[in-house]
């Protein structure tokens, strides 16, 4: 029976890169992918248009994947966003960048990236097998074994786990990879999600779904503490809160929601000024539109579609005249433009997240190689491993960095 140089498991862009890099190497690789193609998940990256990588500096690189983002000093030096985007530019594919730095393919169709790893990968004939899940995976006298559920058996002397996180289990990445992990010794942090919506308890906020309220600031209150949140848009959804910055913020949030009940999300309508500002231009304001309705002059602070129900919750009367508005009223007003409240009652589940946060690890990974200390010629690459890059493409080139390096390493370049 062939033994393989390589055995690739999963086949998402950490797998993909993974495999091409040892296939570049001139090594024997087979790439074992449950589904049916390649790449399921990274076709929905970036709503579609995958957000690849980030022009960012390997500073914010390492920043954004937190306490121990300088883990991934090493693969993002070896394989850097700059290499990714050349990697597609050879290959025809250009690039465009947006706002915040994020770059995605210039066709603006995830489907060209997957198009472009199923290429390199027949042309270096990366033998792929579809519908392989991989249900065992053991070590014996330092050949690995890996047999799949239909119990075909594969052997081969170096193998890269790549099979993901347990999010959008739909896609294939359903956390098997952290069974094998674990049978072999390793330790598995908890796994939460990252780049989750949260749940609201007000159900004003149900009713206007798709409303975005743009620019506001925002900052969670519990426990008597307050945590500000960079300014920036907020989704409300059918069951609670979405947008960029919930998103980028919801893995310190589910933190918390976890220990503390009384979460409050506090949003400022008017982050540019200050409350004595406000409530200044509030009393000029009604001096010279004293025969206004309170609803139509809060349509210069509000969307329109929000006004009334926000009223409500804080009992002001929509249609009171401007001039007819007490003192009480008026610092009602200002604190509900200034910190209007939110109850967060808990996180959509995992399944739901971009990226799951736990994993492998990091202390168990030698940086330079994505090698296991605990099982030699045994690589991790991509989200299996422990914790997670903000939103902006850091996910996706962490993937191929450390998809790249472990199949460099895998083929004896350590
Ligand atoms: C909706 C959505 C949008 C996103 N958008 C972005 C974005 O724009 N930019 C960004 O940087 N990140 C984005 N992410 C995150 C990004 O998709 C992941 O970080 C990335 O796909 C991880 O790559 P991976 O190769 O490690 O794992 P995956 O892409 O999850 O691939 C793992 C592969 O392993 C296979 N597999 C699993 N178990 C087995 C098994 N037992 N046997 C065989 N095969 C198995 C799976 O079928 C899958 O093909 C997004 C995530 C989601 C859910």
Known sequence: MEIFDVAVIGAGPAGCMAALRAAQLNKEVILLERNDKIGRK?????????????????????????????FYRDVFYKFSNYDLIDYFQSRGLGYKVEDSGRVFPITEKSKTVVDILKKDLDELQVKILYNFRLKYLNKDSGIFQLSSTKNQLIKAHNVIIATGGASYKSTGSSGDGFKFAESLGHHITKLTPGGVPLLVEEEWVFQRKGVTLERVGMSIEYDGKIKHLPRGNLLLTHFGISGPVILDMSH???????????????????PEINQESLETQLMEDFQIYSKKSLKNYLKQHLPQSLIEPILQTVSLDPQKKLNQITKKDRLKLIKTLKSLQLTIIDNLPLDKALVTCGGVSKKQIDPRTMESKLVKNLYFAGEIISGCGRRGGYNLQQAFSTGYVAGESASGKK
């Open 42 to 70: 990274l076709l929905l990256t970036g709503q579609g248009r995958c957000n690849f990588t980030n022009i960012a500096s390997l500073k914010v690189f390492l920043e954004m994947f937190g306490k121990r983002g300088s």
């Open 252 to 270: 310190m949030i589910v933190e918390i929601i976890d220990i503390y009940e009384d979460l409050k999300l506090n949003i400022d309508f008017k």
